[in-house]
């Protein structure tokens, strides 16, 4: 389990402050992945190097299964960290090793017997797909098996948390899926808690159990992927749904926005309140998804100029759905 209480970290530029994380608080239990996602400068990286104490926080707390890292000092840290396997987006390996060298390399760090080191690594190269890779050299490897490395590597110690910092963004999208399946599998094997910081939507809507937003340093919304999926106004719910920002259009009559899950995303809602209220509705944009385990729909519907959109939304929430005036919500922007 991975404990983050208010975690800041405050950057001097001369006489300015950076301030790039602001508060950050976060849970992530064993047995589940937690994605972060942000732009560019949302403090992703900060993140992951004041977690791992690579950077010290300027004030807040990371407790791993109830150890408090900013706490500790030298040996009690150095131990502290080995709780944590990290994974970046370029496995980073020594080209000079071969693929079982690089993976035994944090257990001739710590000292580990030969033979014991040995077996670890088999038994990882097996986890990790790569049982008759262990000789080879990581130029002989893809892109994909050398993350796969990187994730064995970072297994050696048996951490209770893996961080992965963009682990799939250089790869391909069919390699992306194989590396994400491997994680997802990884942490009901080993129950990790796991923590990916990401920019693709896509590593979150396939792997995660749970999700932040950060943005500036602070963590603007966040919870199971589930909830934050169902808040029509919520905008990791319509990133992670796909439906475009609004945009004004011309010519056309009132928007109005309508998310509704479980069985009920597939009801025939429009063709229902059209109707009831006696007039077309057209349907501007729309997504349905299959996210952890529940459909979810949210449309962009156009009702014409002289019925009162009011009554559509009433329509549209006595059928069980969620809607509002779309110039309600909040300007969406792509969250990352
Ligand atoms: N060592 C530093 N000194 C001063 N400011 C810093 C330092 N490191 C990061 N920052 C600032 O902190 C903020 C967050 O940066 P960070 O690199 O954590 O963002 P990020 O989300 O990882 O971005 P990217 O995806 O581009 O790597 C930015 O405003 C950045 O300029």
Known sequence: MITVRDLSKVYRQGNREVRALDGVSLTVPEGSIHGIIGHSGAGKSTLVRCLTMLDKPSSGQVEINGVDLTAARSDALRKARRRIGLVFQQANLFDSRTIADNVAYPLEIIGAPKARTREKVTELLGLVGLADAGAAYPAQLSGGMRQRVGIARALATDPDVLLFDEPTSALDPKTTDEILDLIQSL??????????????????????????????????????????????????????????????????????????????????????????????????????????????????????????????????????????????????????
Do not use: W
């Open 187 to 336: 942490h009901y094997h080993a129950n990790l808690a796991v923590l990916v910081i990401t920019h693709e939507m896509h590593v979150v809507k396939r792997i995660c159990d749970s999700v932040s937003l950060l943005e500036g340093g602070r963590i603007v919304e966040s919870g199971r992927l589930v909830d934050v999926v169902n808040r029509l106004d919520g905008r990791l719910s319509q990133a992670l749904l796909g439906i475009p920002p609004h945009v004004d259009l011309h010519g056309v009559g009132t928007l109005v926005d309508v998310l509704s899950s479980g069985p009920k995303a597939l009801q025939p809602v429009v063709a229902h309140v059209s109707k009831a209220v006696g007039a077309e509705i057209a349907i501007l944009a729309g997504s349905v998804e299959h996210l952890a385990g529940t459909t979810f729909s949210h449309l962009r519907l156009e009702v014409p100029d002289g019925v009162d959109p009011q009554s559509v939304i009433d329509e549209l929430k006595a059928l069980g759905a969620d809607a509002a005036l779309t110039s309600s919500l909040q300007h969406v922007e792509e969250v990352a």
